[in-house]
């Protein structure tokens, strides 16, 4: 199948903080183009109304992650206030909770010990959240996992798992009172050594109240915040959210199923892009306080609620708690659904699941406890003339982070053309408005690869467990725009990026694909800061 993304690329400005630490995977894009029918894998938005207009920003290297504002309104101005206020609160709020800044009032705080500090409301409310959430998953969520986070850290850069003992002492630290809060004095008390993050509700809180400024700073049909995976929609537009395939490591990949929503949020975790491996085997970054241990009974957990916060504590929790237990904490929240695939592939969901336009079961890829296969061809490829179907390309690309942090995405074409330079494939396509597709020329000059972009209906956001910013994955099957095999042979990958105001780069290579693997790195430019391209064997299912 073939995917097309559309991105609209903007000005620069100033990076907040760091909230999250980076992660191995680049976050999802803006509008994008569905060529043959392909959802983005993870959740996607698309809208259901045609006026006024969606209008899009996506911002990179935002609180470690990536930033999707989408705003529904008649005046682009309108959507222009919107995402100044949402990011001046986005920026106002990194001030206060970011754990990876040393200057926040949190890690300020953080250190101090025994004695009330007067604290500002919203450090006040998250630390409060915490103590809220570890009472109802009793112990499964707790701010000073991090202690037993950095543990598995520490061991895995020495190549071992931690001892018995030193599990047993992370555990004891974290079973300890960390804080005592006094919110009619306005005081927070640091009580405890232990190491601690605000993540798990740092990001649904930022999230809520980012939605909250954009609405007051400008009359809004629809708003939709995606930071770092998790998604909020605000005002009376519905949108179909797809979620993703715990497996799924590309753009191109398909989703495992879609709900709904109106005015909810929508939250996905899971342990399958973030952790350690130690002597080869992956441990999740997710771990259950309570036994100072990764957790890997649940893949995935995805969460529909009424808020970000909500949303975002369930689908950490349900990771931590065995499904029966999640199920019950989910039904004692009113307005929450989830689905829960398990590790060896059971979808479990809510009994409500269906009512916010999920379906009662999920279907997981066949290949979810696969590795990857070894290809069948002979040795020295495949002599058929026949694209070897056991073989894929992928392609991995990471934009660069210009000097000063956060800015707007550039626009972005992948595409692939064969000996004669006949465009094959359109792998992805990344802009916002027709206005700006001449800006990709290289990709533009082609009548087939143009003509992909006429008339196709619009996907719009996505998410899924956290990812950094920057880094995408697309991948290709051996067919072409028609879905059609192409034969083995040589061809030739081109990434181009342009940036409104700014630079255009394209950079390609080729590749022989006959059964053998093979592999090629493009120079980075000012625009991309590295390309990897691979052709190698699928897993098993795809």
Sequence with gaps: MV?????KNERNAT????????CPMGLPRSRFLSLTGFLFTALRLTSVAADPAWHA?????????SLELRFAASKAGDAQRAEAAALEEIDRLATILSGYDAQSEFSRWATTRGEPRRVSNDLINVLSLFDQWRERTRGALDAAAETTVRLWRRTAEQG???SSDEIADAVTAVAARHWELNPDAGTATRLSAAPLRLNSFAKGYIIDRAAAAARAAAPLEGVVVNLGGDVLVRGPRAVTVAVTDPLADAETDAPLTSITVRDRAVATSGGYRRGVSINGRWYSHLVDPRTGRPVDHVRSATVSALNAVEAGALATALCVLPPSEGLTLVASRAGAECLIITSDGESV???GWTETGGPQTATPRADVHAAPTTATAAPGGNKAGVWDSNYEVVVDLEIARPAGGRAKRPFVAVWVEDKDHFPVRTLALWYH?????????????GDQLRSLAEGAPIVSTVSSATRGPGRYTVRWDGRDNQGKPVPSGKYTVYIEAAREHGTHQLVSGDLVCNGSPAKLEL?????LSGVAVDYRARRAGR
């Design 3 to 7: 995917a097309a993304a559309v991105v």
């Design 15 to 22: 990076e907040p903080p760091t909230l999250f630490p980076p």
């Design 57 to 65: 920003f996506h911002h990179e290297h935002v609180l470690g992650t």
């Design 160 to 162: 071992r798992v931690p």
């Design 349 to 351: 969901v809510s009994p």
């Design 433 to 445: 408005g027709d206005r700006w597709l001449p800006d990709l020329r290289s990709w533009y000059r």
């Design 523 to 527: 120079p980075a430019n000012v625009e």
